[in-house]
Structures are given as structure tokens and as C-alpha cells.
Nanobody, 123 residues
Framework: QVQLVESGGGLVQAGGSLRLSCVAS????????MGWYRQAPGKQRELVAR???????TYADSVKGRFTISRDNAKNTVYLQMNSLKPEDTSVYYC?????????????????WGQGTQVTVSS
């Protein structure tokens, strides 16, 4: 059993900052990619940023230069530092991880998602 638990969302004024955290726990053998997606009402879920085990990062064009993703492998944790927030960043943010988990003596790789955390940016 693997769980992703997010924290750090909330309400902030435009121009402000928030830091999201996501901790993976459970029968984890290894974690490959970790990342953040977001979904606004009536819109599709979109990639915000992701980081692979080697440290390479990818960002959506809309957040480049404002958001920074980082990872603490020892703590199975991924962070998203969000600066210069805009009202259009308002969304539910979901943590995602590609995890190889134990199942008995075997391991299986699957996608896992957190429950989502609301980020609201007021103008």
C-alpha cells in the first residue's frame, strides 16, 4: 500500500508565495518520477512540474521562472515552491509519483496520486 499526502495549499494574494509538499509512504521499493499537476473547474488536469530520479526537471510554460520543483529522496518527498502567484494559478494541485512498490516478494510499478490540495490566488 502506497500513499501520497499533500500539504501546503491555501489562500494567498496575487504576487505571494506558497510551498506545497508531498510525502510518499508505504511499501516503496523505489520512486522514479515525481511531480505536480493541477486541475481548475471545467478544465483538464495539466502538468505543472515534474522531476525524475536523476534530478532533471520539466515545467509548464505558464509557470517557468516562478515555480521550482525539488525533491528529497531520503524523505520520499517532493516540493513545489510557487512564487509570484497569479489568479490563474488557482486550482486543485495534485501530487503524482511513479513508484515501484512491494507486493509480497515482487515489485510492481504504478502511478500514484495524492488527494489534491486547493490553491486559491486572489487578485
Amino acid at each position: 500500500q502506497v500513499q501520497l499526502v499533500e500539504s501546503g495549499g491555501g489562500l494567498v494574494q496575487a504576487g505571494g508565495s506558497l510551498r506545497l509538499s508531498c510525502v510518499a509512504s508505504g511499501s516503496i521499493f523505489s520512486i522514479n518520477g515525481m511531480g505536480w499537476y493541477r486541475q481548475a473547474p471545467g478544465k483538464q488536469r495539466e502538468l505543472v512540474a515534474r522531476i525524475i530520479s536523476g534530478g532533471s526537471t520539466t515545467y509548464a510554460d505558464s509557470v517557468k521562472g516562478r515555480f521550482t520543483i525539488s525533491r528529497d529522496n531520503a524523505k520520499n518527498t517532493v516540493y513545489l515552491q510557487m512564487n509570484s502567484l497569479k489568479p490563474e494559478d488557482t486550482s486543485v494541485y495534485y501530487c503524482h509519483a511513479l513508484i515501484k512498490a512491494y507486493s509480497g516478494i515482487f515489485t510492481y510499478e504504478n502511478d500514484y496520486w495524492g488527494q489534491g490540495t486547493q490553491v486559491t490566488v486572489s487578485s
